[in-house]
């Protein structure tokens, strides 16, 4: 299936192209791009693979509410250039800066890399402070992963790197890895880093409520979700997964959580469909975006 009847058929007939940006609820963007896959490539092809699971899930949420009010907007991918990484991050960026502010983006990756251009659009856009919930078994703090400033290894260090973010603002969650690099660029500094082990010991829900309270007097909250957050035995297809995580349970009742705070866009990175097993993990990974959907907007009666 091409892109474009991807698209068509996507959401289950949640999709509306004849809507315009600002009259949308929420738009779809998907960036094919795995370039700067430090291990294991595959996440280029999520989009289009999500996608077409779509078409098989009903438009409701798991407590029944319905979707179908809701208006979606799928603008397809935002294919690789012939160029350099920085040329179709420069790409990616100008694109979200014309989507945040105006309605609810959520991105479809690619690689964890895709977030440096959307996290540098959000921060040109509203030019104030944003608070980052990071899913993600690792930091992504580094300097430079494989001789590349902007592998996905390189998400946040590159975030910190541009006004407004700051590393206090950042909630690292189900972290289970890390990189020699970064503990040394964390020596001597404060971040709030919910490791996997010490979210299981004390509990998911004192964790969330303790977020959600420092998020609080934020403005404007980002929720940047790498698939590598759920254990790999219930999300096997990604480049590179960490035992130890947690279940599509927990990633859910999460969601529900944070989805009360000013969320001003979202993404979902790192889904290897080549590397999955029955296509288990974008199921998974459907499943938050249209749950995340449906706590946020369910209820709302079709129009017309």
């Known amino acids: 299936m091409s892109t474009d009847d991807a698209v068509s058929t996507a959401w289950n007939g949640l999709h509306n192209p004849a809507l315009t940006v600002d009259q949308a609820d929420l738009v779809v963007l998907g960036l094919p791009f795995d370039g700067a896959a430090s291990f294991r490539k595959g996440a280029a092809e999520a989009p289009e693979r999500i996608r077409n699971i779509s078409t098989h899930i009903p438009p409701t949420t798991e407590e029944g509410k319905l979707l179908t009010g809701l208006r979606v907007l799928d603008l397809g991918d935002i294919e690789p250039s012939a160029g350099c990484q920085q040329d179709y991050f420069d790409e990616i960026e100008a694109a979200a800066a014309g989507l945040f502010g105006r309605t609810i983006p959520f991105f479809i990756g690619g690689d964890h890399s895709v977030s440096i251009p959307l996290l540098r659009a959000a921060g040109r856009v509203f030019q104030e402070k944003i608070g980052i919930i990071y899913f993600d078994a690792h930091l992504d703090l580094c300097a430079a992963l ?62 969330a409520a303790e977020i959600s309270s420092c998020l609080a007097p934020f403005k404007y909250v980002y929720i940047s979700l790498d698939i590598d957050f759920l254990d790999p035995a219930v999300a096997p297809g990604t480049g590179t997964p960490k035992p130890g995580g947690f279940t599509s349970r927990d990633l859910l009742d999460l969601l529900k959580v944070f989805s009360r705070l000013p969320v001003i866009g979202m993404d979902l990175v790192e889904v290897a469909p080549p590397l999955d097993q029955n296509d288990i993990t974008s199921f998974a990974a459907q499943r938050a975006i249209t749950e995340m959907w449906g706590f946020l907007f369910a209820g709302r009666q079709p129009s017309g």
């Open 146 to 207: 494989g001789g590349n400033n902007f592998s996905h290894g390189c998400t946040c260090r590159r975030a910190l790197e541009c006004a407004p973010f700051d590393l206090q603002d950042i909630f690292f969650i189900g972290t289970r890895s890390f990189e020699l690099q970064e503990l040394h660029f964390l020596k001597g500094k404060a971040a709030h880093i919910y490791t996997a082990g010490a979210l299981t010991r004390d509990g998911l829900s004192r964790a």
